[in-house]
């Protein structure tokens, strides 16, 4: 297996997870929300304000399309809404086995409380936003997944130990 894919709703602790991951595989690690920061030269948040998000769904199909066929041994943690582009299914495919870090909108309410670094969760009724817009993706993380794992009231060690073991 080339890389390992992570992903789910924001706050599910993809990033965490792919670290502590990458090290127990010795594979190196990388984010998309990282990449697109290092390449714009901005944050997520500055790039959703002065492009909107149609520009940066752009970027994330661009960079797995980089992605693919130069990046090898690597966890890969995927922004919340990369998968929600249908377009992007085939390339994460490619890339490697695709791992769903599924988790409950209370987990992800308190995980993401006082965090103002996600432009879709800013403003209005934080429960609301969560509950639809997970409600809406969790299908489409599932179909897409390999395997889903439930990560609520889970350290992120057993979390990535239980990743390993499915890889095997
Ligand atoms: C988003 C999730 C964020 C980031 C952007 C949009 C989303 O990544 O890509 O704020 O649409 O769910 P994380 O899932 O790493 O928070």
Redesign the pocket.
């Known amino acids: 297996m080339s890389n390992v894919i992570l992903i789910g709703?924001?706050?599910c602790g993809?990033?965490s997870v792919a670290r502590v991951l990458a090290e127990l595989l010795h594979y190196s690690w990388c984010?998309?929300?990282d990449l697109i920061e290092k390449r714009e030269k901005k944050s997520?948040s500055d790039i959703?304000r002065e492009q909107g998000e149609a520009e940066?769904r752009k970027m994330e199909t661009q960079l797995l399309k980089d992605m693919a066929g130069a990046t090898v041994k690597t966890v890969i943690?995927v922004?919340?809404?990369?998968p929600?582009t249908k377009d992007n299914h085939a390339v994460l495919r490619s890339l490697g086995k695709i791992f769903y870090l599924e988790v409950s909108v209370d987990t992800v309410l308190k995980r993401l409380a006082g965090d103002t670094s996600?432009?879709?969760l800013s403003g209005g009724d934080a429960r609301e936003k969560v509950t639809s817009?997970l409600a809406a993706r969790n299908p489409v993380y599932k179909e897409l997944a390999d395997k889903i794992v439930c990560v609520n009231d889970k350290e992120v060690v057993k979390i990535a130990e239980e990743i390993r073991e499915a890889l095997v």
């Open positions: 709703f924001m706050g993809k990033s984010d998309t929300d997520i959703f940066f943690s922004g919340g809404g990369l929600m996600r432009p879709l817009l």
